[in-house]
Nanobody, 129 residues
Framework: QVQLVESGGGLVQSGGSLRLSCAAS????????IAWFRQAPGKEREGVSC????????FYTDPVKGRFTMSRDNADNTVYLQMNSLKPEDTARYYC??????????????????????WGQGTQVTVSS
């Protein structure tokens, strides 16, 4: 049974940093992709960063480029999201997601929540101004 457990959220002042962790278990093989999404109250869930594991590529959405860094520690099956220069608009619940490839390769969309099979429960990040 696949489980994703996020941690590391909290309250931080604008300009501060946080590092989120996502501990993965239950995978019998590497997932095709791992991603971080976030959802603020009243807004749709949006992508933050996405790693295509086999290709080794990591992508970021424009609002976080240059400030957030996604990484993976294969030894302990943990994915991290280092968040620097945080802004109040980064306030949201952050979710880790992972998936096997269930669509044709060309149809997979890193920023489409529906393309991900497995989700964690999320961790809250609040940035005060």
């Amino acid at each position: 049974q696949v489980q994703l457990v996020e941690s590391g959220g909290g309250l931080v002042q604008s300009g501060g940093s946080l590092r989120l962790s996502c501990a993965a278990s239950g995978f019998t093989r590497d997932p095709y992709a791992i991603a971080w999404f976030r959802q603020a109250p009243g807004k749709e869930r949006e992508g933050v960063s996405c790693m295509r594991v086999y290709a080794g590529n990591i992508f970021y959405t424009d609002p976080v480029k240059g400030r957030f860094t996604m990484s993976r520690d294969n030894a302990d099956n943990t994915v991290y999201l280092q968040m620097n220069s945080l802004k109040p608009e980064d306030t949201a619940r952050y979710y880790c997601a992972a998936t096997a490839l269930t669509t044709p390769y060309s149809d997979f969309d890193c920023w489409q929540p529906a393309d991900f099979l497995y989700w964690g429960q999320g961790t809250q990040v609040t940035v005060s101004s």
